[in-house]
């Protein structure tokens, strides 16, 4: 069974940074896509960047340019290079897998493993 865990969340001020990791057990890289998302209090969880196996990413236009998303195999864990954060970027943040997905994918509905999240603030 596929387990997630994130770490790497806390608070830092705008324009500051935050590596986020989550470290999959159980989990087979072929063949499916790995991604980050964030839900803030009142609104919906929204994608944020998806990676498939062959490392090709892909990025909320919200995102662009300022996170970047990668993984180590060897390690079976999963980053989220976050920069440039802004006060609008707080949210809890989650790892999720999909066995689904053929290129990387902002679809919520492909993902089928998620972690227990890990919040991040950005004060102003």
């Known amino acids: 069974q596929v387990q997630l865990v994130e770490s790497g969340g806390g608070s830092v001020q705008s324009g500051g940074s935050l590596r986020l990791s989550c470290l999959a057990s159980?989990?087979?890289?072929?063949?499916?896509?790995m991604g980050w998302f964030r839900q803030a209090p009142g609104k919906e969880r929204e994608g944020v960047a998806g990676?498939?196996?062959?490392?090709?990413?892909r990025y909320a236009d919200f995102v662009k340019g300022r996170f970047a998303i990668s993984q180590d195999k060897a390690k079976n864990t999963l980053y989220l290079q976050m920069n440039s954060l802004k006060p609008e970027d707080t949210a809890m943040y989650y790892c999720?897998?999909?066995?689904?997905?053929?290129?990387?994918?902002?679809?919520?509905?492909?993902?089928?493993?998620w972690g227990q999240g890990t919040q991040v603030t950005v004060s102003s």
């Open positions: 999720a897998a999909s066995a689904l997905c053929v290129n990387p994918s902002l679809l919520i509905r492909l993902y089928n493993t």
């Open positions: 159980g989990y087979t890289y072929s063949r499916s896509c």
């Open positions: 990676i498939d196996s062959d490392g090709r990413g």
